[in-house]
């Protein structure tokens, strides 16, 4: 099931879909906020951003990478829409993510 949320601010206006934010972890919430907020690691990876998915499976969003199984940390996967691009990206519990493997978290 898709479910749409919007977030506004001075800067843009993002649609949220996927698995609702709002059913995460208040540390996870976080996390995926400050990814992909105004001038976040998202922004300046992609442009400016139009949406943001969080990829879920039966388990919930919260899992270890099967792209890279060398990576141990948890992550939530997000399919993000910017202006100069779209990729999957990995979202750590700290706020920071990539979009590629082998990239630095930032």
């Known amino acids: 099931m898709i479910r749409a949320f919007s977030t506004s601010s001075a800067k843009s206006v993002n649609k ?34 139009d949406s943001f998915e969080i990829k879920s499976r039966d388990e919930g969003p919260v899992h270890k990478s099967h792209y890279n199984p060398e ?15 779209t990729k999957t990206c990995h979202v750590y519990e700290d706020g920071t993510g990539k979009t590629k493997k082998g990239e630095d978290p930032d």
């Open 71 to 85: 990576d141990e940390e948890d992550i939530i996967s997000m399919r993000i829409r910017g202006e100069n691009d």
């Open 16 to 49: 949220w879909l996927g698995f609702s934010r709002d059913k995460l972890t208040p540390t996870w919430r976080k996390a995926v906020e400050k990814f992909t907020e105004p001038g976040g690691s998202a922004e300046k990876k992609l442009g400016k951003i």
